[in-house]
């Protein structure tokens, strides 16, 4: 009932009367038909798959430890995370091979074994053959278990049990002491090895030494080759199912049994699934689940041919997930079950923990309800329109607020009941909550707050048990929805619209609470501790308020249709709220909230206003119009982050290993990152948060698990993923990949140490050069300042002078004109020696020039005894100054010639260079050489190029090769 209904309801003040005997006939005969209807169930859900539809033909299902789940189709293997499905591949291996078996081997690798012995495997996304060992099976391979050695073990219907080793592949068979080659289940053992199931009792298998030992596992009270359908773990313990005696508990540190299901009366058990001690129990037309310690309940049959059912699993969230051979996947969630209870209008709920009945409180009357299986066990106990049921001190009886009747004190054993009316002392006779302790109850009604002992009322002497508190006192308003009195006997009062009064112990007026809530209305108070509050008000949720502060802290919980209905608290620190199609459960410490709304089938959650009840035991109840929800205090253990990984990482669109620290070149800077978190109570509700550290300062949020990043800069980053199932992200998953691009090769530091030390290198061998060549310089410098001084002393040497000198004075007195040429030609050669002589280099046709000019001046003294000869062509090159002429000279200096026997000089001018070549006939008297002419020539061809002279000589001639300048 919405809290608007509600109101409209109680202002109305409907007027019951007592019902006459032939309305009483109807309606005994109206709950008769209701009963068939009644049951205790869980919501199934069931899991669409996209991508197929219309298809059929599914045979396995495993949940690998990262929580995903894969599902062997005749099409391929799916993997599903309860949004999204994808094909790892469309293989018609899985046409011809019905999977029967699935183990994960290592992180990310499935192996699945067929019913005609074949393996294959699932690795990187990719189903292939599996090619570890050969396998000899050839028959069904009912179970996959890997121990803690690694060792694959394999059990089969009808070869017994296979193990693979790192290095051989052994077989356990009848000759190793199995009695039965059929194995029916098997589980790793705590105690190494495994224990498998056959049609002949259980046996413990191991590997000493790779040595096969195999022993009978005697249990006490059962048969000797009983027939152990499965064994499954639980903590310590296993669960067996046996043939004989159902379902038990067997420890194997006692050796002692546990029957689990005295009622089962040797159905036809098809499954069973056990996660630490939650039990699942599959039969052909029920199923029954709850904890090894405890009982189990039995669920009714929610039309689904169980004979079809595939696979069985549980989830550590508590979710039963069933794999049907045509209807797909299927779940239910087991900490919350569903009491039928159609057009009963449910308002308050008491449970007798002693019998096990929930004493249901309606619009129709009171019923009892076995809380096992949800039926209605008997018609009305009364006909009343009750709103609220608080136990008495007394055994069997309880306080029942009624519409209409007032208080009624009631024995649902006997019958017996005493009314307490307004004529009794009730300021009204429409009662809307009861709340208590041993000692005191408190009653609001629709005149005011009333106080009673907890104990049977004396009709007589009522006036005098009754303390009534209304506007007088100064109550703001008579329409209370909830009281609540501290260990103090201070008394706070949640109203409509004037927020929350309380009254202090031994004074006599009310006083606000707090002065923000002065016009709220406020549906439930309930006491954390001595010092903390929480309230629930609509349109605002659920608020802490503290002692001695006078403001309110609201939770940012999920709010719908106004906010919620009803409230309790399930321990210290985590509060159970319902609305309108959903739950949700708020950590008062974190203030994380985990909503559960029609993803588990809650849409038709529909909760009357302050109608939870929590059990002795713990257990919440909540009393909605058509239904009773129970809710375990295992969902407490729900209150869990999203499990969470990466998908795929792309690269250009292509798939990269996930490898945490990750290089790629400066070209791999693309980068698209898919991931998905897992949390299957609250799909719907996943949303992620995401930030490249290194790149970027504020985070993404997103629904979807993608992120895509371009164009990066060379640097090392990390991405940073969250995901949560609210929007605080307070409980959160969070996965990092970490990676680096490179810079370019001339930016990384292999390189800019190497190009450094190339620098460095180079710059200390420049420096040593550029030493080198300015002591060469200066050597040069010197060298040709000394031969500059040498070649003058030759030049002008007194020797030449003087012949010259004679020369001249002989030609004065015998031919005047030719004495008057030499002088001119004498003068013009020292002009030029002294103009070319300081230049490094002139252009061959002026060293020519020089050399005719030298040879004029020869000419004129020897006459005909020397003879020169110039050949080819005028090259544009360059020459060393006063070569030539030093050669000449050089010629003239070692060498013998008269009239009869002259001297013939041949210059050729040519592609190699200038030859200079003259007939050899040496002076006999010729004192030592200095050589200084040659050396001299040598020398400056060094200084100047890399390219030397030539010198040689035969019996006719004496030759020299002059390289050219260009």
Not at 143 to 171: F, P, R
Request: glycine letters at 6%; a neutral charge; one cysteine or more.
């Amino acid at each position: 009932m919405s809290i608007k209904s509600y109101q409209q309801k109680l202002k109305s003040m409907l007027k019951v009367a007592l019902p006459s005997k032939w309305t009483f006939i109807a309606c005994m005969l109206w709950c008769n038909l209701l009963m068939s209807q009644y049951g205790l169930q869980s919501i199934l859900v069931k899991h669409p798959f996209q991508a197929l539809t219309a298809r059929t033909g599914y045979q396995n299902m495993y949940q690998d430890s990262k929580g995903w789940f894969y599902i062997a189709t005749s099409d391929g293997i799916i993997q599903y995370d309860g949004i999204n499905e994808w094909f790892i591949q469309h293989s018609e291996i899985t046409a011809e091979h019905h999977i029967s078996a699935v183990a994960e081997i290592a992180e990310g690798v499935l192996l699945f074994g067929c019913n005609d012995g074949s393996l294959y495997s699932i690795n990187d996304r990719i189903l292939s053959e599996w090619k570890l060992k050969s396998t000899p099976v050839k028959v069904a391979i009912s179970k996959i278990e890997v121990d803690s050695n690694k060792n694959v073990w394999l059990a089969t219907k009808g070869e017994g049990v296979y193990v693979y080793t790192q290095k051989e592949c052994l077989h356990f068979e009848v000759a190793d002491g199995l009695k039965d080659l059929n194995i029916n289940d098997m589980i790793v053992s705590n105690h190494g090895g495994v224990l498998v199931a056959s049609d002949r009792g259980l046996y413990q298998l191991e590997l000493q030494s790779n040595q096969k030992k195999c022993n009978r596992v005697h249990l006490p009270s059962l048969p000797e080759e009983d027939i152990i359908q499965n064994i499954l773990p639980a903590n310590n313990s296993y669960v067996l199912n046996s043939l004989s005696k159902g379902p038990l508990v067997w420890n194997p540190k006692d050796n002692g049994i546990k029957i689990l299901w005295p009622a089962w009366n040797k159905r036809n058990i098809l499954k069973m699934a056990v996660y630490n001690k939650l039990l699942f129990i599959l039969t052909e037309h029920s199923y029954v689940f709850g904890t090894v310690d405890e009982g189990l309940t039995k669920c009714k049959d929610p039309n689904i041919e169980f004979k079809s059912v595939e696979s069985v699993t549980i989830d550590k969230m508590h979710n039963v997930w069933l794999l049907h051979k045509s209807k797909g996947l299927l779940s239910f969630y087991t900490p919350v079950l569903q009491y039928n209870l159609e057009n009963l209008n449910v308002q308050c709920l008491y449970l007798d923990t002693s019998r096990q009945i929930l004493l249901t409180g309606t619009t129709h009357g009171l019923y009892f309800m076995d809380i096992h299986t949800g039926k209605i066990v008997n018609t009305s106990l009364l006909e009343y329109n009750l709103n609220s049921i608080f136990p008495s001190t007394e055994a069997h009886w309880i306080w029942l607020a009624s519409y209409g009747k007032g208080l009624i004190y009631y024995n649902y054993m006997s019958g017996q009941q005493i009314s307490v009316t307004k004529n009794q002392g009730l300021p009204d006779n429409n009662l809307l909550q009861i709340t208590g302790n041993d000692r005191y109850i408190w009653i609001s009604t629709l005149g005011g707050i009333v106080r009673m002992q907890n104990r049977r009322p004396d009709t007589k002497n009522v006036l005098e048990n009754i303390q009534v508190y209304t506007q007088k006192q100064q109550l703001p308003t008579n329409f209370i929805y909830q009281i609540v009195a501290d260990s103090s006997h201070n008394l706070y009062v949640a109203s409509d619209g004037y927020g929350i009064s309380y009254l202090e112990n031994g004074e006599s007026n009310f006083r606000p609470l707090i002065s923000e809530l002065s016009a709220t209305s406020i549906l439930s108070i309930e006491q954390i501790r001595k010092d903390r509050m929480i309230i629930n008000a609509p349109k605002k949720g659920i608020g802490i308020i503290h002692a001695g502060v006078d403001t309110i802290h609201w939770l940012q919980s999920d709010l719908r249709y106004g906010g919620f209905e009803s409230n309790c608290l399930l321990n210290d620190s985590v509060l159970l709220a319902a609305s309108i199609g959903y739950i949700t459960i708020i950590n008062l410490n974190s203030e994380y909230s985990l909503t559960l709304d029609e993803e588990l089938g809650l849409s038709d959650l529909r909760p009357s206003v302050n109608a939870i009840y929590k059990d002795p035991f713990g257990v919440a109840w909540i009393a909605c119009q058509n239904n009773v929800y129970r809710v375990s205090q295992k969902i407490v253990n729900t209150i869990q982050a999203p499990q969470f990984s990466f998908k795929k990482i792309q690269q250009f669109e292509k798939n990269l290993p996930m490898i945490q620290g990750a290089v790629f070149n400066s070209d791999q800077n693309q980068l698209s990152f898919d991931f998905a978190a897992i949390h299957y109570l609250a799909t719907d509700h996943l949303q992620y948060k995401f930030i490249l550290e290194g790149y970027e300062k504020t985070w993404h949020y997103a629904k979807e698990g993608k992120a895509s990043y371009s164009n990066l800069n060379p640097g090392t980053y990390t991405l940073v993923v969250q995901a949560s199932t609210d929007k605080s992200f307070i409980c959160k998953s969070q996965i990092q990949y970490a990676f680096t691009i490179q810079p370019p090769f001339w930016k990384r530091w292999w390189f800019i140490l190497l190009a450094s030390s190339i620098l460095i290198v180079c710059f200390r061998y420049g420096i040593r050069y550029r030493e080198k060549q300015r002591i060469k310089a200066e050597e040069t410098k010197r060298k040709t300042a000394e031969l500059e001084f040498e070649l003058l002393k030759n030049q002008v040497n007194p020797h030449f002078l003087f012949n010259s000198f004679n020369s001249l004075i002989a030609l004065i007195e015998e031919n005047p004109g030719k004495a008057i040429e030499f002088t001119d030609k004498l003068s013009d050669y020292f002009r030029n020696m002294m103009f070319y002589r300081d230049q490094p280099l002139i252009e061959l046709r002026e060293e020519i020039k020089l050399l005719q000019n030298y040879f004029d001046l020869l000419k004129l003294r020897f006459s005909e005894n020397i003879n020169l000869k110039l050949t080819g062509e005028d090259y544009n090159c360059k020459i060393a100054p006063l070569t030539l002429q030093l050669l000449l000279e050089n010629a003239i200096k070692h060498n013998d010639f008269s009239k009869l026997k002259p001297m013939f000089i041949f210059v050729d001018i040519n592609e190699r260079g200038i030859l200079f070549k003259n007939t050899l006939n040496r002076k006999k008297n010729m004192k030592d050489s200095t050589g200084f002419g040659l050396e001299s020539i040598r020398i400056r061809y060094q200084l100047l190029t890399d390219k030397s002279i030539s010198v040689s000589q035969d019996d006719h001639y004496f030759t020299v090769i002059v390289p050219a300048i260009n």
